[in-house]
């Protein structure tokens, strides 16, 4: 027995980490995550719960107290003792409580339009790679097509032709379309604004995924499955799947905050949630028009805006540097 075989028998093996289990490490380590993601659990609580937060309801007026500057006392008997802590927009509604009621639009829009926009894209990467070239030719000159057009201007095309839909009347609708009709009705408007941000966003998840699987697809143990005998719906869920949900995942995060921004541009030009309902973009829009005298009525809600972007942003960043196995050995 040599020396060194006598000191690595001697030495106890250190147990290795896998590539998730060495990135949630790093990103435990990270103060700017840790702070990122407290951020994001009270951004959801909020969402969660905002007539248990807010002071007032987001459409209560009261016309005595029309754009009250920050901390000012409410004048309305109705409201005696209230305090406009971010002040009052222009038709004398509490913003701190509009913004907590706004929450709500721009998580809901950040996990549904990511939801949608996963799922999709995801399922057709995913067949697309898989099937055979002519069948993959087809599906990625499909996606090409759509490619080709603004992202935007097709979004705001979907949203328009969804919004005429939601003004006909039930009786003469179809059956699918009362079925969205109503989910948006109930959403106060919501449900358009997720399906036209996920339903059009999901072409680079579907690039993502094809790339992936057209790498996974000739490696070893897809090949030892078609030995074996697995199915082609055995080796596409159990075998190619999870290992092209890494980089998806990754590329979702870093696409959210392009989400909330789409909402809140949306909402501003007339197009996102129907009023009274609040969202940060419909409040900037509302306040624009007051901006030298009363700076404060969009100050609060871009800040808002921004912040939550930036801590989606951040950790975006931030998953993907811990996600990467290049630096795995640098930290």
Known sequence: MTISTAISANQPLRRTRTLWQ???R????DPLVIACLIYMAVLFVVALAPAAIAP??????SFSDKLSSPGAVANDPKMAGHRYLFGSDKLGRDIFSRIIYGTRVSIFVALMGATISFVLGVGYGLIAGFSSPAVDNAMMRFVDVLYAYPTLILIILLQVFLTALGQQSLEKSTAWQRLIITLDRNSG??????LAIGAVNWLNMARLTRGQ????????FVQAAYVVGASRRTIMLRHLLPNVLGPCIVAETLAIPSYIYTEAF????GLGVQPPVPSWGSMISDGYGALRSDPYVIFFPALALSLTMLAFNFLGDALRDATDPKLRNLS
């Open 22 to 24: 060495d990135a949630m």
């Open 266 to 269: 949306l909402s501003f030009i």
């Open 56 to 61: 007032l309801s987001y459409e209560q007026t």
């Open 26 to 29: 790093r990103l435990r380590r």
């Open 189 to 194: 408007g919501l449900f358009f604004v997720f």
């Open 213 to 220: 699987v057209l790498h996974y697809r000739q490696q070893e």
